[in-house]
Structures are given as C-alpha cells and as structure tokens.
Nanobody
Framework: QVQLVESGGGLVQPGGSLRLSCAAS????????MSWHRQAPGKERELVAA???????NYADSVKGRFTISRDNAKNTVYLQMNSLKPEDTAVYYC????????????WGQGTQVTVSS
C-alpha cells in the first residue's frame, strides 16, 4: 500500500523556520522524483520545490533562496526546509511522488498545514 505521510507543519511567526518531512512507503522511493506543492485558501495548488532521482532541484521563484528541498533515499523521506517564512507562505503543503520509469504512477500525500502569522 502506497503512503506519503507529511509532518512538521504548524504555526510559526514571520521570519521563522519549519522543516517538513514526507515519509514514503509502498514503492521504490529512489526511482521517484519528489516534490512539494502548496495550496492556499481560494488559490490553485502550485509547485514549491522538486527534486529528481539524481538530486537535481528546482524551486518556485517565490521561495528561491529561502526553501531547500532534499531527499534521503535510505530513509525513504523527502524534506522541505523553510526559512524566512512570510505570511504568504501560509498554505496546506503536499508531498508528491512521480515515477521516473512509469510516468502514470503518481501519488499525493494528505497534506500538512503551515500557518505563518504573528
């Protein structure tokens, strides 16, 4: 059974930091590109950061220089380190896995809430 379980969300003050984790199971993690997406109330879901099976990364312009995505294949986990958080970063953050071998194999996590507020 495929599972993506996010954790690490919460309430943080502007300028603060959080680290999100996404623990994967039920598939060959190292063969999947991983990414983080977010959805704010009334807005469409958007890509925040992505990491390939080889470790290459890309980021939304709005988070470049503040967020860092990483993966630990030994732990089947992908991380999102978020620094210098802003109120506009408030959203539900979702983990996403896409097979690098079979493009139709894609999975979403259930999401974790991040709220940036004083």
């Amino acid at each position: 059974q495929v599972q993506l379980v996010e954790s690490g969300g919460g309430l943080v003050q502007p300028g603060g930091s959080l680290r999100l984790s996404c623990a994967a199971s039920g598939f060959t993690f190292s063969s999947y590109a991983m990414s983080w997406h977010r959805q704010a109330p009334g807005k469409e879901r958007e890509l925040v950061a992505a990491i390939t099976t080889g470790g290459s990364t890309n980021y939304a312009d709005s988070v470049k220089g503040r967020f860092t995505i990483s993966r630990d294949n030994a732990k089947n986990t992908v991380y999102l380190q978020m620094n210098s958080l802003k109120p506009e970063d408030t959203a539900v953050y979702y983990c996403y896995a896409r097979s690098a071998v079979h493009a139709t194999l894609r999975y979403w996590g259930q999401g974790t809430q991040v709220t940036v507020s004083s």
